[in-house]
């Protein structure tokens, strides 16, 4: 099974080879300003899973890179670092979003007061502690 998306546009799409996991709600404020919107819903894919094409442009910021569609400026892409393992992928850019819901809401120290939370999932003000 292949999900694929792309930018507002069409100039960039891409190719999930594998489902997105690890799906969340993110309401940092970088993301809110990056995407116009506020909260992003995220979902990763492991780098090798995932087919680009059309141009990004990246744009490093606050230790991570944010990649943009060159063509439209369509959010679509963060990075730890540029060779690490996973990729996290707009959930909203696929065609379609809609099996991808969110299992987690982070960042909620930076929550706009008026979003209301599922409260059929687990929250956190930052990200949750790795479990080791
Ligand atoms: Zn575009
Ligand atoms: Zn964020």
């Given at each position: 099974m292949e999900y694929t998306g792309g930018c507002l546009c069409g100039g960039t799409r891409y190719v999930l080879k594998t489902a997105p996991f690890a799906l969340g709600d993110c309401h940092c404020i970088d993301c809110r300003r990056s995407a116009g919107a506020p909260y992003v819903t995220w979902g990763s894919v492991l780098r090798k899973d995932l087919r680009i094409k059309g141009q990004l442009r990246r744009v490093p910021y606050a230790g991570r890179i944010r990649s943009f569609a060159?063509?439209?400026?369509?959010h679509l892409f963060f990075e730890d670092?540029?060779?690490?393992e996973a990729i996290d992928v707009?959930?909203?850019?696929?065609?379609?979003?809609?099996?991808?819901?969110?299992a987690k809401a982070i960042f909620l120290e930076d929550k706009l007061p008026r979003v209301a939370l599922n409260e059929a999932i687990p929250s956190f003000p930052k990200i949750p502690q790795p479990s080791k």
């Open positions: 060159a063509c439209c400026g369509t670092t540029e060779n690490s707009t959930i909203a850019s696929l065609d379609d979003p809609a099996p991808f819901a969110p």
